[in-house]
């Protein structure tokens, strides 16, 4: 089937910080990851991409793959033109978009141990190192428009499946883009929410699954999802850093609540493909029928 990912551009941390630094770009990083999780050899690529130089001062850190798209930006004159490339000369199954061709600074307001006052926490990166509670996180600037063809794949779309990722430093920043939120409102497609299966240290240190979905509701407002998707197999570990996100309570009286066993059973902290995917089909099969 055809399918898009619309990756945020709020990165500032590692090679993606040096080259806004250097070359004044969009982050490259997540766009780099989601080519090649679509490419047609995603194990090669995945290596090939994720590749980091070592032992020379001007490549030190940087990934193969953000020098690739950093270089075919340069060549075509422009960003989105270097992802469209990016995704034909590696032949990867579907889109990859930018949420937004605007240069966006993702800024949280924070809690940190020993401390009475909330704390302005300013870039991506250092969000997580704070070992804070997050309580809001927001986009300056807070009016970047969305790029114009995510719109129209939003519109177009099926399913649209939010998640899983990093809670406040990879699912709100795409939608903190007023327009691109107002376009997955607007759309008549399935909209399921993809809960993490492990808590993220320094993000979500004991969320269960109901604390994710009231996050997402205080920053983006009540009834964007038809669907609230959760692990219910919690078999395994999932790290020293890590707990199980618990489909709890409060979270199975919802409604829109939909338990499935998802974890991939090599690395349990993560979704299985496959199983996610089968259990986001069967969910169009019973609200509609077969895929168009």
């Given amino acids: 089937e055809k399918l898009t990912a619309i990756v945020t551009v709020s990165d500032d941390g590692g090679s993606s910080g040096k080259l806004i630094d250097e070359f004044g770009m969009l982050p490259p990083g997540d766009i780099r990851n989601c080519l090649a999780a679509l490419s047609n050899d995603e194990d090669m690529l995945t290596q090939l991409f994720q590749y980091r ?14 020098l ?3 270089a075919l930006a340069d060549i075509t004159g422009s960003f989105e033109d270097a992802v469209v490339e990016s995704g034909r000369v590696l032949s990867v199954n579907g889109r990859v978009l930018p949420s937004t061709l605007h240069n966006v600074k993702l800024v949280a307001s924070m809690e940190l141990p020993h401390s009475l ?26 009016d970047a428009p969305a790029f114009p063809p995510v719109i129209k794949e939003l519109l177009n779309a099926d399913v649209i499946v939010v998640g899983p990722g990093s809670l406040y430093t990879s699912i709100l920043p795409n939608l903190l883009v007023h327009d691109l ?25 004991t969320f269960t699954c109901f604390d994710h979905v009231r996050a997402l509701v205080g920053h983006v407002g009540e009834d964007l999802f038809d669907i609230i998707l959760c692990n219910d197999n919690y078999e395994g570990d999932v790290g020293f850093a890590s707990r199980w996100v618990l489909a709890d309570e409060k979270t199975i009286s919802d409604s829109r609540a939909y338990c499935a066993d998802l974890i991939d059973d090599d690395h349990p902290w993560r ?22």
């Avoid at 130089?53 to 953000?66: D, I, K, M, Q, R």
């Avoid at 997580?128 to 809001?136: D, F, K, L, S, T």
């Avoid at 607007?186 to 993000?203: D, P």
């Avoid at 299985?272 to 895929?291: C, M, N, S, W």
């Fill in 271 to 292: 979704h299985d493909a496959v199983k996610l995917a089968q259990v986001i089909v069967d969910i169009f099969y019973e609200r509609t029928g077969p895929l168009s």
């Fill in 68 to 70: 690739f798209i950093t």
């Fill in 117 to 142: 006052n909330e704390v302005r926490v300013v870039g991506e990166s250092k969000i997580p190192e704070m070992a804070g509670r997050v309580r809001r996180v927001w986009l300056e600037p807070d």
């Fill in 53 to 66: 130089f070592s032992g020379s001062p001007e490549l030190e850190g940087h990934s193969f793959g953000n």
């Fill in 181 to 205: 939120l107002a376009g997955i409102h607007a759309s008549r497609a399935i909209k399921i929410y993809v809960c993490n299966i492990a808590t993220q240290a320094g993000e979500t240190d």
